[in-house]
T-cell receptor
Framework: EPEVTQTPSHQVTQMGQEVILRCVPISNHLYFYWYRQILGQKVEFLVSFYNNEISEKSEIFDDQFSVERPDGSNFTLKIRSTKLEDSAMYFC????????????FGPGTRLLVL | GNSVTQMEGPVTLSEEAFLTINCTYTATGYPSLFWYVQYPGEGLQLLLKATKADDKGSNKGFEATYRKETTSFHLEKGSVQVSDSAVYFCARMDSSYKLIFGSGTRLLVRP
């Protein structure tokens, strides 16, 4: 069964460093998402992406964040200058349509900013 | 506002007990509703969904019915197993197709 994959599974970085989180969505999917979950808290939407552009972003997704689909398979989330409060589990998700279709989630990348 | 509210956990049950995890939502219209499960150390897995009023989603013995009268989507299972121990998230889709999650309910099933 096709699945969303994410790398790395864990990343530790120093405050102020740039990190890139990578995702490979399900191959025929067109809609891509990033969510995050701070430890012990709810899962929060960050950004959605369709047709090579951002569809919507939350207020969390400030100028330090960016997303890119550099080729036909990868979908990346970049944090330009990490802060302590960026420590969280980051989930990538994809769906083949909008309008209530199921979003399939990857296993997540646990980011720790020291 | 637009939100999803779940009962607080942890919920601790003995094996073969009946499970209910309450979920209510606020929204305009009738959004698609979902239950996701997060097993220890893993990501989010779709458990079940319902896309319109009175639909019943079911999977692995879990069920949830979309009740527009009470704006609820409670998760139930007749007989839980130790392997069901996980965190369960209720979610709804909003008008821009992003998921709005509840805070999650941790379920612990004891042998």
């Amino acid at each position: 069964e096709p699945e969303v994959t994410q790398t790395p599974s864990h990343q530790v970085t120093q405050m102020g460093q740039e990190v890139i989180l990578r995702c490979v969505p399900i191959s025929n999917h067109l809609y891509f998402y990033w969510y995050r979950q701070i430890l012990g808290q709810k899962v929060e939407f960050l950004v959605s992406f369709y047709n090579n552009e951002i569809s919507e972003k939350s207020e969390i997704f400030d100028d330090q964040f960016s997303v890119e689909r550099p080729d036909g398979s990868n979908f990346t989330l970049k944090i330009r200058s990490t802060k302590l409060e960026d420590s969280a589990m980051y989930f990538c998700a994809s769906s083949d349509q909008s309008g209530g279709e199921t979003q399939y989630f990857g296993p997540g990348t646990r980011l720790l900013v020291l | 506002g637009n939100s999803v509210t779940q009962m607080e956990g942890p919920v601790t049950l003995s094996e073969e007990a009946f499970l209910t995890i309450n979920c209510t939502y606020t929204a305009t219209g009738y959004p698609s509703l979902f239950w996701y499960v997060q097993y220890p150390g893993e990501g989010l897995q779709l458990l079940l969904k319902a896309t319109k009023a009175d639909d019943k989603g079911s999977n692995k013995g879990f069920e949830a019915t979309y009740r527009k009268e009470t704006t609820s989507f409670h998760l139930e299972k007749g007989s839980v197993q130790v392997s069901d121990s996980a965190v369960y998230f209720c979610a709804r889709m909003d008008s821009s197709y992003k998921l709005i999650f509840g805070s999650g309910t941790r379920l612990l099933v004891r042998p």
